[in-house]
């Protein structure tokens, strides 16, 4: 008889009370806690185990509601929620998975609701799986010691959507005035204009203070008074409901007190396939990453898996993953939170990293110099660190070294 591993995460049909829904859509920060579940749960499936998902898992605490619901002993429940939304499977085993990207955690019931401490909530886990080394070493530090680091399988499809990314429409930077249709140029148009240059690509939800927009932007544009040999594609994680790629200017201003116009930084707002994704992955030299907190970072790992060369600092989830073998490593500064960075922000102040301007620019301009022969190097080594840390054999062994299946 197979082992049965129940996993309940905050989209599918859950609604819950103090889920605004706004937050379920796509390009909301609740989404991406959709995709880590299905990785989970394609991973556990690989391994051999019966998966089920359900909904609302604190409704079976009767006994006879464990009965209807034919509940054994050795089952588990996998909640992969933000901590404020996890709920206990009553009866089984329950573990937590945690992506929380900031050294503190709270242990206060802020505004007196009880699902605002970080620590109670935890203590109620068997065991809490941790995206990164750096979410455990945390949880640890705050007497949690259940934690331990069992990270997703990043799943990188083999490249069979037939939709190319060639036709996908683009808007270059420019926040002097609202953009007009005729301000669309299909990417094959960008590419076949600046066929010698570097590509570098970032992929963000641009409301996401973490990826320091305005930081990169400006970096991006410092570099190119120095080497114009290159351009950027910022592919942007959006509902296109709400949200459209037409906003991008409203949202530099308002978000982002950004302001400026340039042909070589463009952005792309159309929602991908996960293998148009790819396609787009795969033409790019360079991934970019300014972000300042990251709880894994997964679009970052599946460019890195495509031999994409990252550049990144090593701060947050990045440690387990980013060194000078595989990646252009950018320098931080230390410095507390300031607005939204998480959903916690009026009550607990926080710590982040947002790298160095000056670094950021340095190591743009020695990309876009980079030889034929360094850039092989680090793509092959990044490609080996992504599939050997996060492959799907990686993912069996873990959870098999735990006991878990």
């Known amino acids: 008889m197979k082992k049965r591993f129940f996993i309940s995460n905050t989209i599918e049909k859950e609604k819950l009370p103090f889920i605004a829904a706004e937050e379920m859509k796509f390009g909301r920060a609740h989404y991406s806690w959709k995709i880590v579940a299905d990785l989970y749960h394609q991973g556990l499936e690989a391994a051999g185990m019966e998966m089920h998902r359900v909904i609302r898992p604190e409704i079976y605490q009767s006994e006879i509601a464990q009965k209807t619901f034919g509940i054994r002993h050795d089952d588990s429940h996998i909640a992969v929620k933000p901590i404020e ?18 050294p503190q955690f709270s242990n206060t019931p802020f505004n007196n609701n009880p699902l605002n401490d970080h620590i109670n909530i935890m203590k109620h886990a068997d065991e809490i799986w941790c995206w990164s080394n750096y979410t455990t070493t945390n949880l640890n530090l705050h007497g ?8 997703p399988p990043v799943i990188v499809p083999r490249i069979v ?29 960008v590419l076949i204009t600046y066929k010698k240059s570097k590509i570098f690509l970032t992929v963000l939800n641009p409301f996401d203070k973490r990826k320091q927009i305005k930081l990169m932007l400006s970096a991006f544009t410092s570099a190119l008074s120095k080497n114009q040999n290159m351009i950027l594609i910022v592919k942007l994680v959006i509902d296109n409901i709400s949200t459209t790629l037409g906003n991008i200017q409203e949202i530099l201003h308002a978000h982002h007190d950004f302001y400026g116009k340039n042909d070589r930084i463009i952005f792309i707002g ?5 293998g148009q994704m790819m396609k787009l992955m795969q033409k790019a030299d360079f991934y970019l990453c300014t972000s300042s907190t990251e709880g894994l970072n997964l679009p970052m790992i599946e460019a890195m898996s495509l031999g994409v060369v990252p550049i990144s600092s090593k701060a947050t989830a990045m440690a387990d993953y980013i060194h000078s073998q595989n990646a252009i490593v950018l320098d931080v500064n230390e410095k507390s939170t300031d607005g939204a960075y998480h959903s ?62």
């Open 85 to 102: 939304h996890i709920r206990p499977f009553y009866g089984m085993k329950n573990i937590f998975i945690s992506g929380w990207e900031f």
């Open 161 to 189: 959507d037939s939709n190319i990314v060639e036709n996908l429409g683009t808007l270059a930077l420019n926040t002097a005035r609202v953009p007009a249709p005729t301000d669309i140029k299909m990417l094959e148009e």
């Open 144 to 151: 949690i010691q259940t934690a331990i680091t069992i990270p």
């Open 344 to 405: 916690l922000h009026q009550y607990l102040p926080t710590t982040h990293f947002p790298p160095r301007l000056a670094s950021t620019i340095n190591a743009l301009t020695s990309a876009a110099n980079m030889s034929d022969r360094t850039y092989k190097s680090l793509s092959n080594q990044a490609q080996k660190d992504a599939r050997e840390k996060y492959s799907l054999q990686a993912f069996i062994s873990n959870v098999t070294a735990i006991g878990a299946i």
């Open 270 to 274: 159309e929602t991908l396939s996960h």
